[in-house]
């Protein structure tokens, strides 16, 4: 008997098959931790680190337990960012295919709060989303939490560096007393602990770091005087396929990448001051490899789950030995190496010595390259066609559309995501004039759409 065996556990065929549909072969060790708590329908706060699969550990146990019949909201996922809250609501739509009719919401501020209104007239069975838009329904008795079975509280600790303790206390006030509570922190922190003691009753305590393989991640460290200058020539020295720059500061993140962009290095920034639609697309462009460099602050780039990150840099010093943890366990993941770079000026170099340890290479810029007319540009370029899930647009027709009558080759074709109105498809950058064209002129499903190219 392998206890890593999803059918080990008391879940339905449907389910079992499902997951087996989806890949999961086996679980992960916060899943193998946790999942038999949760599904005796226990209290369990849980530690491990960013991609451990922590959302399909809450998503299987909530998913579980819920009764379709029953259209009431019955679990409440409440995540630090929008971005997060899509990426779980997503996962979650991955994990119950095994049944039509589970009706998954996102309720996040920054979107209209108009069209939330609509979709939760149509009742919901689960809702994700941010405790601000959240409270903000529940305050208008747009929503309802009185048949609540399953609280989530995911990234909890970074919950708690937004601020968000006092929202998160009001929304609880309106959920019954009787309910499970689960709690998903990356770090346990004091905080942690007193939510944990305040909310949830008699919880299990899993902690997961010790048990995962360590990630391979080659940690430099470098003076720069002109920190734009370095970090060009860590790019042309390293080459890495694509990178996560992280800033302190949105302003920071703004100017660098319009900086990289005058460079001929293909950069997108990502901070709290751009539109959802916005944000979308820049991580959609960033996920797609239709550009190769990010340049993000530490909200903005919560909980992505972006795989295979070959470099992440630190702009600055972080504020703090977690936030340099969490951000450079970006890198590296599944067993890939890492490389993670740290820049700090002459200003910061009583903070960078903070940092010093044996693993950590302090190194002289000058061993860097300096390659004239270096430039970076992705593989890919985004084309968007104004036509989603709501016009059942499909990735089998996009695909169909480009390789039939665009003539163009499957392997030309990369990522396609597929959105309720809008639909995205990575293409390599060569043939994009030519994708555009031919999807433009012709018909996906029989319909016109209009197609746009994303730069
Ligand atoms: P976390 O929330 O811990 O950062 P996620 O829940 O986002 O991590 O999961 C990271 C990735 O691992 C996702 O792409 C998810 O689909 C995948 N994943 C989760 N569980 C499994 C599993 N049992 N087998 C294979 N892949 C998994
Ligand atoms: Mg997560």
Redesign the pocket.
């Known amino acids: 008997m392998n206890s890593k065996n999803f059918s080990n556990l008391p879940l339905s065929k449907e389910m079992l098959h499902n997951l087996n549909e989806i ?6 060790p ?2 193998a931790e946790t999942l038999p708590f949760i599904l005796e329908g226990r209290d369990v706060i849980a530690q ?1 680190k ?7 550990a809450f998503g299987i146990g909530l998913l579980h337990k819920l009764d379709v019949k029953k259209f009431r909201v019955q679990a409440l996922v409440l995540c630090p960012t929008r971005e997060l809250a899509d ?1 779980v609501a997503k ?1 979650l739509r991955t994990l119950a295919r095994f049944t039509h009719n589970i009706k998954i919401l996102t309720l996040c501020g920054g979107a209209a709060f108009g069209p939330q209104l609509g979709s939760l007239e149509h009742g919901a069975h689960i809702i994700v989303g941010t405790p601000g838009r959240i409270l903000k329904h529940l305050s208008k008795k747009t929503l309802s939490l009185e048949n609540l079975e399953t609280l989530v509280l995911d990234e909890a600790d970074r919950m708690l560096d937004m601020g968000f303790i006092e929202e998160i206390d009001q929304v609880l006030a309106f959920a019954p007393k009787e309910k499970q509570t689960l709690l998903f922190s990356a770090t346990y922190t004091d905080e942690i602990m007193s939510i944990s003691n305040k909310l949830q009753k008699d919880a299990v305590s899993v902690k997961t770091v010790s048990t995962e393989v360590a990630n391979k991640i080659t940690e430099r460290f470098y003076e720069a005087g002109n920190k734009l200058e370095i970090l060009v020539n860590i790019f042309s020295t390293f080459k890495p396929e694509n990178v996560i720059v992280f800033t302190n500061t949105k302003l920071d993140a703004k100017e660098i990448a319009e900086s990289l962009q005058k460079q001929n290095i293909d950069a997108l920034a990502i901070h709290g001051d751009l539109e959802q639609y916005e944000r979308n697309d820049v991580l959609v462009q960033f996920a797609n490899k239709s550009c190769s460099v990010l340049v993000a602050t530490d909200v903005a780039a919560r ?1 992505l ?1 972006i ?1 295979e990150l070959a470099m992440v840099v630190n702009y600055d010093i972080p504020h703090g030995e977690e936030t340099y943890t969490h951000r450079i366990g970006r890198t590296g993941r599944a067993g890939k190496e890492g490389l993670a770079m740290t820049l700090y000026s002459v200003y910061e170099i009583e903070k960078a010595l903070e940092y010093k340890s044996a693993n950590r290479l302090f190194e002289d810029f000058t061993s860097l390259k300096k390659e004239k007319g270096f430039e970076m540009r992705p593989l890919y370029v985004t084309l968007v066609i104004e036509g989603g899930k709501k016009d059942k647009v499909r990735a089998g027709d996009l695909l169909g559309a480009l390789t039939g009558d665009a003539g163009l080759a499957g392997s030309s074709i990369g990522k396609i995501d597929i959105y309720e109105r809008q639909s995205y498809v990575a293409i390599e950058a060569k043939l994009i004039e030519h994708a555009h064209k031919k999807l433009q002129n012709g018909k996906i499903k029989g319909k016109k759409f209009s197609v746009w190219i994303l730069s």
């Open positions: 890949g999961y072969m086996e679980m992960t916060v899943q491990a960013t991609g451990s699969g922590k959302t399909a990426q996962e909980g789950d795989k």
